[in-house]
């Protein structure tokens, strides 16, 4: 088992910043991928950021050049900083941890950024 746990969500003005953390705890040998997903009212689920162990970066075209994804291996934590907010990064933003057998999710962070 996998536990995921996220911090840093909240209520943010357009332009503002905000970082959001993910610790894993468990039996986290062979998480490979970590990555942030959200997903916003009446939309489906979308990839924000992904982060390998190697250090691998991809990130949606929406959110290039504003937010960062990164990861402590040491720790099991991966973290994504979102500058410049816009309205519509709104959502609950989900970490993921990807074992290759299987996915882990945690259980969201809601991000509202108000125009």
């Known amino acids: 088992q996998v536990q995921l746990v996220e911090s840093g969500g909240g209520l943010v003005q357009a332009g503002g910043a905000l970082r959001l953390s993910c610790a894993a705890s468990?039996?986290?040998?062979?998480?490979?991928?970590m990555g942030w997903y959200r997903q916003a009212p009446g939309k489906q689920r979308e990839l924000v950021a992904s982060?390998?162990?190697?250090?691998?970066?991809n990130y949606a075209d929406s959110v290039k050049g504003r937010f960062t994804i990164s990861r402590d291996n040491a720790k099991n934590t991966v973290y994504l900083q979102m500058n410049s907010l816009k309205p519509e990064d709104t959502g609950v933003y989900s970490c993921?941890?990807?074992?290759?057998?299987?996915?882990?999710w945690g259980q969201g962070t809601q991000v509202t950024v108000s125009s």
């Open positions: 993921n941890a990807d074992q290759g057998w299987r996915d882990w």
């Open positions: 982060i390998t162990s190697g250090g691998g970066t």
């Open positions: 468990g039996t986290t040998v062979g998480i490979n991928a």
